[in-house]
């Protein structure tokens, strides 16, 4: 099991409070590196709704004044660039990096062929200073989570097996289950414990 650890790489100590990226927000301790304010992901199996609850909680954290970022693992051969568009093409020309850049956004595209993939605390310092940062994928790793379960789907329960898994989003009331559960369907409730649960 691999543990996310406090590094000096992610780390730039807390600073004031919610929207100013460097706040304290609800956790700074070990597993959050402290670059950021709290550092959680998300747990789940397949079609459990994962990104659906995703989009909801960023919107809610933004909305309540949180500087919020994510991170999303994905698959090998991923790519979010158009083909047939100037920044397609200047990759498949070979470029080892790729800035396109606008006043409203930029992205940098980073070729990694010959690389090792990149563990999450090397994400999180690729990151501004965040109150929030939101992980879909890592599952693996030890740091704070929130297991999303739905009864319909008869899958059993993650939190035994992975470590870091906090707190259960739950659609249905899990009388056995001995973690703080919130309404899956109120995503409000769910963001209100997220940040009752993993306060220091």
Known sequence: MTSLPNS??????????????????PETGPGTGQRHGLVFGLAALSGTGK??????????????GYRTSSIKHAHHEFDPDTPGKDSWRH????????IIS?????????????????????LLAELSPADIVL?????SIDFPKVEIHRAAMGHGFLYPQLAGI????TDTPL????????????????ADLILEVFRP
């Open 8 to 25: 000096d790489q992610a780390n730039s100590g807390p600073g004031p409070g919610p929207g100013t990226g460097t706040g304290p927000g």
């Open 51 to 64: 990104t659906t609850l995703a989009e909801q909680l960023i919107r809610i954290f933004v909305e309540r």
């Open 91 to 98: 990759r498949k020309a070979g470029t080892s990096e790729m």
């Open 102 to 122: 606008s006043s409203r956004r930029r992205v940098k595209f980073t070729e990694t062929p010959d690389q090792d993939e990149a563990d999450l605390p090397t």
């Open 135 to 139: 992980v879909e994928g890592f599952k």
């Open 166 to 169: 906090r707190m259960i989003a």
């Open 175 to 190: 009388g056995d289950c001995p973690l703080p559960q919130a309404d899956l369907n109120s995503p409000e409730a769910v």
